[in-house]
């Protein structure tokens, strides 16, 4: 049979580093904190790590602003230390990707400095830079972080596009010496021994020639102007299909296994891409991203990250019901709920503090028992919630300030408490001491959270906590090639609050059961032979519990 890439059979795991942990009590995690947790991940039982930037980078977006692309971030640690993590990750049999932010870089870059300096030279045609007077904008583009997306560069008299921050400016891609860098950039880190790269907005790189005006109606729809002529662009297939050659594939004689598959994995953060799209960039006779993250099932379809509303399961079940038929047999999808950049999925479902660990339980299984890579945020394998920030300032992030600044009243925090990206960086709680084993000093972000039991101590200790729930369905995955590879056939899907489907390979056959409320749910009766290899509740024959979650092992 053929054997099927790593990526497909593989557990993520997403960490963020600067709040993950602090090893040298200077209220930052950093590398060396990574270093001494693998054991975490390793009795979690993923199969590869995935580290948010630790790339030089001034930190107006937390390393997503990166200003040398071969040093590590001075609070990150050293050379020495991503050496010693990346052989670490290898010795346990896990891989490491790291996390390339190209669209853009740091206004600090030396090629933005140089372009600065010199806009008619080689590094000016780097960056999107415009000629223009200060009060006239080149387009109605506006920024991901609020505003124009350009600011005036009053020493080389020019306009700088900038899709997020200021000070993070946009590459053109369209100058191949800019395609030239970042494939020796991917390849330098490969001969380092890392294992590939998530690429930060990569479908964003293609901008539409000339640069129109956005649409003003499809700006307002899409909340940001002018995205129709960069989430898709008309140069994407083919500058991925270039760097996946010339960047990813790693030259000379190449073996499988950590350190050394042929072709480095390849996954792409591409906001705003569908499903059919998504399989253009994806399929793997195209040669392009071997996984994207699109954002599509982390709210119910009407809403944004900044509504305040409950996330109905049911709405996720129809996407994922609807996506399963829109795939080919070609075709891999990758599965997550959280991430750096959004809430934390409990507390948008129900935050009803008796039902966090059932909640988390049944999110868990929907994510692991599903047809797809999964990637577990740091924190989502302790059930973690939102924070109760209790002012303006105790935030930290750009992208929430910026959004404070805007409203008329900037002291008052209702606006930006439902989508506040700082929810998922707030430090990881290792245990119940003050700063819950996450560093000795002062962390830069506070906890705002005082619920107990949902640590990794606590966590450990309890056979029935959502820490060894994940384990369990980890290690159920790695042993049952059904559960990894298995075809899905969705079950009863007309049913409301019930979840359920089969996993099926070779004639091993998988039920899985999930009550999607957060009240007791009829269960169906089924004739089928069955094993119960999990339940979460009571396991009556009769009736689902809140968000009980049953996995079945079919007979005969
Ligand atoms: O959080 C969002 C802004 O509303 C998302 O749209 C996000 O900006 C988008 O998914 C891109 O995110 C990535 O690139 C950003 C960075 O701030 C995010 O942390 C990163 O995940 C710019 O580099
Ligand atoms: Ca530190």
Same mark, same amino acid.
């Given at each position: 049979?053929?054997?099927?890439?790593?990526?497909?059979?593989?557990?993520?795991?997403?960490v963020y580093p600067r709040?993950f942990a602090?090893s040298n009590?200077?209220?930052v995690g950093d590398l060396r904190g990574v270093i001494n947790h693998l054991?975490?991940l390793?009795?979690?039982?993923?199969?590869c790590l995935w580290l948010s930037p630790i790339f030089a980078s001034?930190?107006?977006?937390?390393g997503?602003?990166i200003?040398d692309y071969r040093a590590v971030m001075t609070e990150m640690g050293t050379q020495e230390d991503i050496d010693e993590l990346i052989a670490a990750c290898h010795e346990r049999?896990m891989r490491i990707i790291l996390d390339l932010?190209?669209?853009?870089?740091?206004?600090?870059?030396?090629?933005?400095?140089?372009?600065?300096?010199?806009?008619?030279?080689?590094?000016?045609?780097?960056?999107?830079?415009?000629?223009?007077?200060?009060?006239?904008?080149?387009?109605?583009?506006?920024?991901?972080?609020?505003?124009?997306?350009?600011?005036?560069?009053?020493?080389?008299?020019?306009?700088?596009?900038?899709?997020?921050?200021?000070?993070?400016?946009?590459?053109?891609?369209?100058?191949?010496?800019?395609?030239?860098?970042?494939?020796?950039i991917v390849?330098w880190w490969l001969a380092r021994g890392i294992d590939g790269f998530r690429?930060?907005?990569?479908?964003?790189?293609?901008?539409?020639?000339?640069?129109?005006?956005?649409?003003?109606?499809?700006?307002? !729809?899409?909340?940001?102007?002018?995205?129709?002529?960069?989430?898709?662009?008309?140069?994407?297939?083919?500058?991925?299909?270039?760097?996946?050659?010339?960047?990813?594939?790693?030259?000379?004689?190449?073996?499988?296994?950590p350190g050394?598959?042929?072709?480095a994995?390849?996954?792409?953060?591409?906001?705003?891409?569908?499903?059919?799209?998504?399989? !253009?960039?994806?399929?793997?006779?195209?040669?392009? !991203?071997?996984?994207?993250?699109?954002?599509?099932?982390?709210?119910?379809?009407?809403?944004?990250?900044?509504?305040?509303?409950?996330?109905?399961?049911?709405?996720?079940?129809?996407?994922?019901?609807?996506?399963?038929?829109?795939?080919? *047999?070609?075709?891999?999808?990758?599965?997550?709920?959280?991430?750096?950049?959004?809430?934390?999925?409990?507390?948008?479902?129900?935050?009803?503090?008796?039902?966090?660990?059932?909640?988390?339980?049944?999110?868990?299984?929907?994510?692991?028992? *599903?047809?797809?890579?999964?990637?577990?945020?740091?924190?989502?394998?302790?059930?973690?919630?939102?924070?109760?920030?209790?002012?303006?300032?105790?935030?930290?992030?750009?992208?929430?300030?910026?959004?404070?600044?805007?409203?008329?009243?900037?002291?008052?925090?209702?606006?930006?408490?439902?989508?506040?990206?700082?929810?998922?960086?707030?430090?990881?709680?290792?245990?119940?001491?003050?700063?819950?084993?996450?560093?000795?000093?002062?962390?830069?972000?506070?906890?705002?959270?005082?619920?107990?039991?949902?640590?990794?101590?606590?966590?450990?200790?309890?056979?029935? *906590?959502?820490?060894?729930?994940?384990?369990?369905?980890?290690?159920?995955?790695?042993?049952?090639?059904?559960?990894?590879?298995?075809?899905?056939?969705?079950?009863?899907?007309?049913?409301?609050?019930?979840?359920?489907?089969?996993?099926?390979?070779?004639?091993?056959?998988?039920?899985?059961?999930?009550?999607?409320?957060?009240?007791?749910?009829?269960?169906?009766?089924?004739?089928?032979?069955?094993?119960?290899?999990?339940?979460?509740?009571?396991?009556?024959?009769?009736?689902?519990?809140?968000?009980?979650?049953?996995?079945?092992?079919?007979?005969?």
């Open positions: 049979p053929v054997v099927p890439h790593w990526w497909k059979e593989a557990v993520f795991y997403q709040s602090d009590g200077d209220g054991d975490h390793t009795e979690l039982g993923v199969d001034p930190n107006e977006d937390n997503y602003d200003s049999g932010v190209v669209n853009h870089t740091s206004d600090q870059h030396a090629w933005f400095r140089a372009a600065r300096k010199d806009p008619d030279g080689p590094y000016g045609s780097y960056y999107m830079l415009r000629r223009g007077e200060p009060e006239l904008l080149p387009n109605n583009w506006g920024s991901y972080f609020y505003g124009p997306a350009w600011r005036w560069l009053d020493d080389a008299k020019r306009w700088a596009l900038h899709l997020f921050a200021p000070g993070q400016v946009d590459l053109n891609w369209d100058n191949p010496a800019v395609r030239r860098e970042v494939a020796d390849q690429l930060d907005v990569i479908n964003f790189i293609s901008k539409r020639p000339g640069l129109p005006d956005g649409n003003e109606l499809v700006g307002r !729809l899409m909340q940001y102007p002018g995205v129709e002529h960069y989430f898709h662009g008309p140069n994407l297939h083919r500058y991925l299909a270039e760097l996946r050659r010339e960047g990813f594939t790693r030259p000379g004689d190449t073996t499988e296994g050394c598959d042929p072709v994995v390849m996954i792409g953060e591409t906001p705003g891409i569908g499903v059919e799209t998504g399989r !253009l960039l994806t399929g793997e006779d195209r040669q392009e !991203l071997d996984l994207l993250f699109g954002f599509d099932l982390l709210d119910n379809p009407g809403k944004t990250r900044w509504d305040d509303y409950r996330y109905d399961l049911n709405e996720l079940k129809a996407q994922m019901v609807s996506r399963e038929s829109r795939l080919g *047999s070609g075709d891999w999808v990758s599965l997550f709920w959280e991430n750096h950049d959004n809430p934390r999925m409990i507390s948008k479902v129900d935050a009803d503090p008796r039902h966090r660990t059932a909640l988390g339980k049944a999110l868990a299984a929907i994510q692991l028992l *599903s047809r797809g890579t999964s990637f577990i945020y740091q924190g989502q394998e302790i059930a973690a919630v939102n924070q109760a920030f209790p002012d303006a300032a105790s935030f930290r992030d750009i992208e929430t300030l910026n959004r404070l600044a805007l409203q008329q009243d900037p002291e008052s925090i209702d606006g930006v408490m439902a989508g506040s990206r700082d929810h998922a960086r707030t430090p990881m709680r290792w245990d119940d001491s003050a700063s819950h084993g996450f560093t000795t000093g002062t962390p830069w972000i506070g906890f705002h959270e005082q619920s107990t039991g949902y640590t990794v101590a606590e966590q450990r200790q309890d056979p029935n *906590s959502v820490l060894n729930f994940y384990r369990r369905l980890i290690e159920l995955r790695r042993q049952h090639r059904a559960l990894r590879l298995g075809d899905v056939h969705y079950v009863d899907a007309h049913r409301r609050d019930y979840f359920a489907w089969r996993r099926e390979l070779d004639g091993d056959s998988w039920l899985i059961e999930v009550n999607l409320s957060g009240r007791h749910l009829h269960r169906p009766h089924r004739d089928e032979l069955v094993r119960t290899v999990l339940a979460t509740g009571s396991g009556d024959p009769a009736r689902l519990d809140p968000y009980e979650v049953r996995l079945h092992h079919l007979l005969g």
